[in-house]
């Protein structure tokens, strides 16, 4: 089943202003040119409110702090509702793609807490999530492994909003 990823529009951004963010990797580059090498920087960072709204952002600049303030600023232009139950889990299991990372996202009962690796935890603490099952196949590039759960967490459905596409009273 393809489907688009839905943003958050400009009155709902400016609901969601207190946002949190989570610097998850800096990579350096170098190129080498006369003078020695000339390295640059880019930064990964996950944005969110920790109440159901999340999103990520990619900055590259000459130094680190420019590439985070980048990283931030775009995260906050790639926001996403996400639905949450009353145990703070997701509705339902579902499975995400980017390249060739695969994540598939378990809903956990209450206490369980967010078992997954460090990329797929930022993105579940930053959404509110606190008890989540997750597993990745494939690839384990962060930035892959980030875009993968966002697609997953852009699939999840609400009981209401099945009822409702399916024209039946719940």
Do not use: W
Not at 118 to 146: C, D, F, H, W
């Amino acid at each position: 089943m393809k489907h688009t990823t839905e943003y958050l529009d400009h009155g709902e951004v400016e609901e969601a202003q207190n946002l949190d963010e989570a610097l998850l990797t800096i990579n350096r580059c170098a190129a080498v040119v006369k003078g020695g090498r000339r390295f640059s920087f880019s930064a990964l960072v996950v944005v969110g409110n920790r109440n159901g709204i999340v999103g990520y952002g990619f900055g590259k600049a000459r130094q680190v702090p420019g590439a985070v303030e980048k990283g931030n600023k775009d995260g906050r232009k790639h926001l996403q509702r996400v639905p949450l139950t009353k145990e703070k889990s997701i509705p339902h299991e579902v499975l995400g793609e980017f390249c060739s990372a695969r994540i598939k996202l378990i809903p956990a009962p209450e206490g369980t807490g967010i078992i997954a690796g460090t990329s797929v935890r930022q993105v579940a603490e930053m959404a509110g999530i606190q008890n989540l099952l997750s597993k990745s196949y494939g690839s384990t590039n962060p930035i892959n492994l980030v875009k993968a759960t966002l697609d997953a967490l852009a699939q999840l459905r609400t009981d209401e909003e099945v009822a409702s596409l399916r024209g039946i009273a719940l």
